[in-house]
C-alpha cells in the first residue's frame, strides 16, 4: 500500500511542480517521458486503495489527473491546465463575478503571492512610481485563491502572477504578457506608457 501511495504522490508532484515539464501538448500518439510517468501513477491510484482512507486521498490523486488531462484536450497550455487541476471543483460563475469586482475595485489592482519575486519586484516599481493600487492575494489563502488564479489565466490568456489590470484592463505582468496591448508593466515604463496610463485612471497624481 504504501508503495503505491507513492506512487500516488508523484503524481501529484508532477502535476503541481509544473517547472519540470515542458509546455509541449499531449497528443494520444506520443506522451514525453514525464507525462508517461504522470499516467502511470495515476493509473496506480486508481487501483491503489485498500481501506477508506486510502481511497480518500488516491480519488483526490486521481481526479486531479483527469482534470489536468480534460483542460490539456481542451487546448489549455500546460501551466494553465496545472492551474485548472490545482484549482478542483468550483463554481465558475462565482469566481468570474469575484474576478471583475476587484478588477473594478480600484484603478490599478494587482493579483499577487506574496513569496513571487515578479510579485515583489512590480509592487516595489509601482512603490516607486508613487501608484495607488489594491493587491489581491492568491496564497491567503490558497484555497480561495487557486480558482481566481485557474479563471484568470482564462480570462487574459496567461496564469503566471503577478496578473494586474490597469483601469479595468489587463496589462499583463512585471516583465512579460501576451501581446502588444498588454507587455507588463517593465516594458510599458520603458516605452514611456506606464505613467500615462496610471495617470489617465487617478492611479498616479500628476
Known amino acids: 500500500t504504501s508503495q503505491r501511495i507513492s506512487a500516488a504522490l508523484v503524481a501529484l508532484c508532477l502535476i ?93 489592482v494587482m493579483f499577487t503571492w506574496e513569496a513571487s519575486p515578479a510579485c515583489k519586484k512590480a509592487i516595489k516599481y509601482l512603490d516607486v512610481a508613487g501608484a495607488k493600487y489594491n493587491v489581491v492575494r492568491l496564497d491567503d489563502p490558497w484555497e480561495s485563491g487557486n480558482p481566481i488564479r485557474a479563471e484568470l489565466g482564462k480570462k487574459v490568456g496567461r496564469s503566471s502572477v503577478p496578473c494586474i489590470f490597469i483601469g479595468g484592463e489587463y496589462v499583463g505582468g512585471f516583465d512579460g504578457g501576451v501581446g502588444d496591448e498588454s507587455p507588463g508593466i517593465l516594458d510599458m515604463a520603458f516605452k514611456g506608457t506606464l505613467r500615462e496610463k496610471l495617470m489617465a485612471v487617478g492611479a498616479l497624481d500628476a
Open 16 to 108: 503541481l511542480d509544473c517547472s519540470s515539464f515542458s509546455p509541449a501538448p499531449i497528443s494520444t500518439t506520443h506522451i514525453g517521458p514525464n507525462n508517461q510517468l504522470l499516467h502511470r501513477s495515476s493509473q496506480l491510484a486508481s487501483t491503489a486503495a485498500t481501506d477508506d482512507g486510502d481511497a480518500s486521498f488516491l480519488d483526490k490523486v486521481t481526479k486531479t489527473y483527469e482534470t489536468f488531462q480534460k483542460a490539456r484536450s481542451d487546448g489549455y497550455d500546460f501551466k494553465q491546465s496545472t492551474a485548472i487541476a490545482i484549482a478542483g471543483e468550483y463554481d465558475a460563475d462565482a469566481i468570474k463575478a469575484e474576478i471583475e469586482e476587484q478588477i473594478n475595485s480600484a484603478p490599478c
